[in-house]
C-alpha cells in the first residue's frame, strides 16, 4: 500500500496524494506522520483512561508532534521518528499508572525501529479513521483542525503561555478518533475544535501582544541594503527575538520572508536599526527568492518547499521545522537562548540580496489598533464612505487558481476595505489599492493566526453598531485556505456564528459530498464563483 494524504488544498483533487506529495513529501515521511499521529492517539486513550488531564510537559509534547505533521513543516524523517518513540514511551508512562488499559491497537502496538513505524502506518493512516466515507471526513476534519491549533497553542507555549483545557481537549478529540462516533457526535467534536482553536488563537494573541506589545501601523521596505543578511520565515516570533539580538552590531542585516512579515509591526522589534525589511512574497516563490537572497535563510516553521541545491548550504531549520540534510539549530535548553551563531557567522560570508523590488507593504492592523481608530471607522461606515468590508484573510499556494484573490482585490469597489491576515495577502497585498479617508483600503492583521484579530474587530463593530448578530454587519468573508492552520482558522470563525463563508480556491478534499451538504446548511460556506459574480454577490450582502 502506497502513500495517502488529502489534508491540504493542493491534494490531487479526487484520489488525495497517493505517489508522492504535490507539497514533496515523500511516502515514507508520509507513513511515519501517519504512525505519529496513531501513536497519539494511543497516548490520549491512556490519559482519558485515567484522570483526563495532561500536565503542561505532555500537552506541549502534543503540541509540537501534531504541529510536526503540519503540510510543508517537517521533512526530516529522523525528527519524526524520534516523535514516534517519545510518544510510545510518554503512552507506556501513562499506561503503567492505569488500573484498567483501554483495549485498542493504538494502546498496546509498538515499534523499534523506522521501517516498524513505516509499515505500522498501512493500519493507522487516515484510511483507519473510519470504514464509512463521511464519518471518516468528519474525523479528518477534527484532525486537521487540531493540527493547526496545536500549531498555535505551541507557539504560546513557546512565550510562556499555557492554556490547559485545550489540553484536555486534545486527549478527547485524539481518543475520539480512535471510537465508533456517528454523525452527530463528530459533528459536535468539529464544533468543539472551533471553540478550542479561539481558544489558541486568542492565547498566542496575549502571548505576542503581552510579550513584543500590540502591533502598530507600519511601512516595511522591500528592497535591500548593502550588507549581507539573514532571511527569516515561518511564524516563530521567539526565534525572530534571539535572531534579532544575536545580530546586533555584526554587521548583518536581518530581513522577513513571508509569514515572518507581520514581525515587523511589533513595538519590541522596531528598536533594530539592523532590521531593515521583508524580501520577496508568499512561501511558494522561495525556491527563487532563496536563491537571489544570497545569505542564510532560517525556517521556523511552515512553509518549506523542496530545496534547491543553489541554497541548501544557506538554509537552517528549527524547532518543529525540519528538511533532510539541512543543519537543525537545536532547542532552548536550561533557559538558554537558542544559538543563532553559526548562522551569524555564515552571513558575513556572503554576498548582500540581490534586489528583486523596491517598494513598501503597510501593515499592523491588529485588533488594538484598529480599534484605536475606531471612531474613523465607524465614521467612514456611517457616513457611507465605506460600504463593506471583505476578510480576505488565509493562505496563499501555488495554484494559477488563485489570482481570483488578486482578481477580486482589484475589482472590488473603491468604497471597499479588505481585511487580511495570513499569507493569503501576497496576492494583493503589493497593488496600489489607495485608502478611504486615510484608512487604507487593505488592513493586514499580521499572520494566519491573527484572523483571530479580524473577529475581535467584528466582534468590536457589532458592539459599536448595536446589532445582535455578527452576520448582519456589512462584512463578507472570502477565505482563501492552503493548510491545516487554515482549517483552524475556518473552524474557529463557524464557531464565533460567522455565516456565508466563501472557501477557495476549493473545497477540501476530504469533505465529502454529505459532509460538506452539512456546513452549506448550517453555515452556508460555499466555494468561490467567478469573480465578478463573487464581488457583486458581497456588495449585495449575500
Ligand atoms: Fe498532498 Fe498536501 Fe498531503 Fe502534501 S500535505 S501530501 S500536497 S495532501
Ligand atoms: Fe501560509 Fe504556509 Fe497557511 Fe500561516 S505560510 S498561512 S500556507
Known sequence: MGMYCDQCQESVQGSGCIARGVCGKNEITAKLQDTLVYALEGLALCAEAGS???????GRFLSE????????????????????????????????????????????????????????????GVEALSENEDLRSLKSLVLYGLKGLAAYTDHAFVLGYNDESIYEFYVGALAALTKDMDADQLTALVLETGENAVKAMALLDKANTET????????????????????ISGHDLHDMEELLKQTEGTGVDVYTHCEMLPAHYYPAFKKYDHFVGNYGSSWWSQDKEFDSFNGPILMTTNCIVPVRESYRR?????????????????????????DFG???????????????????IVGGFAHNQVIALADKVVDAVKSGAIKRFVVMAGCDGRQNARQYYTDVAGALPEDTVILTAGCAKYRYNKLQLGDIGGIPRVLDAGQC??????????????EVFGLDDINDLPVSYDIAWYEQKAVAVLLALLSLGVKGIRLGPTLPEFLTPNVASVLVE?????????VEGDVEAMMAGM
Open 52 to 58: 483526563g488531564k495532561l500536565h503542561a510537559g505532555h
Open 65 to 124: 508532534a501534531l504541529f510536526v505533521t503540519v503540510t510543508n513543516t517537517n521533512f526530516d524523517d529522523d525528527a519524526i521518528v524520534d516523535k514516534i518513540f517519545e510518544a510510545l514511551a510518554l503512552r507506556d508512562e501513562l499506561k503503567g499508572s492505569l488500573t484498567e488499559i483501554p483495549s485498542h491497537d493504538s494502546v498496546t502496538w509498538t515499534g523499534e525501529s523506522k521501517e516498524d513505524f513505516v509499515r505500522k502506518a498501512e493500519t493507522a
Open 212 to 231: 513584543y506589545g500590540n502591533p502598530e501601523i507600519t511601512t516595511v521596505k522591500t528592497g535591500v541594503g548593502a550588507k549581507p543578511g539573514i532571511l
Open 314 to 338: 544557506r538554509m537552517f531549520t528549527t524547532g518543529n521545522a525540519g528538511y533532510e540534510g539541512l543543519k537543525h539549530i537545536p532547542a532552548r535548553k536550561n533557559g538558554e537562548p537558542k
Open 342 to 360: 553559526e548562522i551569524v557567522e555564515l552571513a558575513k560570508t556572503c554576498q548582500p540580496p540581490k534586489e528583486i523590488e523596491n517598494g513598501e
Open 449 to 462: 493566526n491573527d484572523s483571530y484579530s479580524l473577529a475581535v474587530i467584528a466582534l468590536k463593530l457589532k
Open 522 to 530: 448550517k453555515f452556508d460556506i460555499k466555494p468561490i464563483g467567478t
